[in-house]
């Protein structure tokens, strides 16, 4: 049977799970680090397909180089290059960078806009890089991030029958009260980086070993 499949109340099991969570983690904010409003959301797009840690790791050097939206907004996509190189698919970040830049200066004002229509239309934008970003600055709480980590706690834990982000994000939506949205996704990931890691679940320590269907490993 699938994780979902043994779910049988779906508002008890969210609650003891984002209960447990918040214990465990706490007041949290996003792994990324940045100083500037417009930094965040350049990491978020080097974050596509790379870890919250590696993009930590190539962001000092690249925010020194770049020191202001203009200059991300005046270089070429090729001087951006070797600064992010190591994130993957670096030619396709680095002109979404230049592009992101050029557009928030040009559009909006160098503000980054508000609604999530407005976010999809800068370069790079998906609705995980808009909504880490409207939440984390302007604390409008729009949609459900689906990383790497809450796709896969996600669905092992009962919470989704489904495995591809856009529809997950629909799911927990529809079934998950709109106060545990924000938190919901960080505490995921924050799990997921400490226990419930991608290739060995750390299951006999964890918390939520009694609700989990997943647990010992039933579920890859
Ligand atoms: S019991 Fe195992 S599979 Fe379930 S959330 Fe914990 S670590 Fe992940």
Redesign the pocket.
């Known amino acids: 049977m699938e994780p979902w499949e043994q779910i049988s109340n779906y508002p008890s099991h969210i609650k003891k799970i984002y209960e447990f969570l918040s214990k465990e983690f706490g007041s949290v904010s996003t792994p990324l680090t940045y100083s500037k409003d417009y930094e965040l959301a350049i990491a978020v797009i080097l974050s596509a397909q790379c870890t919250d840690e590696r993009v930590n790791q190539v962001t000092p050097a690249l925010f020194e180089a770049f020191p202001t939206l203009q200059s991300f907004a005046s270089a070429k996509p090729k001087d951006i290059e070797p600064y992010v190189f190591s994130t993957g698919f670096y030619r396709n970040k680095a002109k979404s960078i230049q592009g992101f830049a050029q557009m928030l200066i040009e559009k909006f004002n160098s503000n980054l806009p508000r609604t999530m229509e407005e976010m999809l239309e800068l370069p790079g934008f998906g609705r995980k890089t808009a909504n880490v970003v409207l939440g984390e600055v302007h604390d409008i709480i729009e949609g459900f991030v689906v990383d790497t980590h809450v796709k896969r ?1 996600a669905y ?2 009962g919470l989704t029958k489904y495995k591809d982000p856009i529809r997950i994000e629909r799911e927990i939506l529809e079934k998950v009260p709109k106060k545990y949205w924000n938190h919901l996704s960080l505490y995921l990931i924050f ?1 997921g980086r400490k ?3 991608a290739r060995r ?3 006999d320590g ?4 009694k609700i ?6 039933k ?1 890859e």
């Open positions: 706690i092992k834990l799990h226990t419930c890691i679940p750390l299951c964890c918390g939520l070993r989990c269907p997943s647990a010992a490993g579920v």
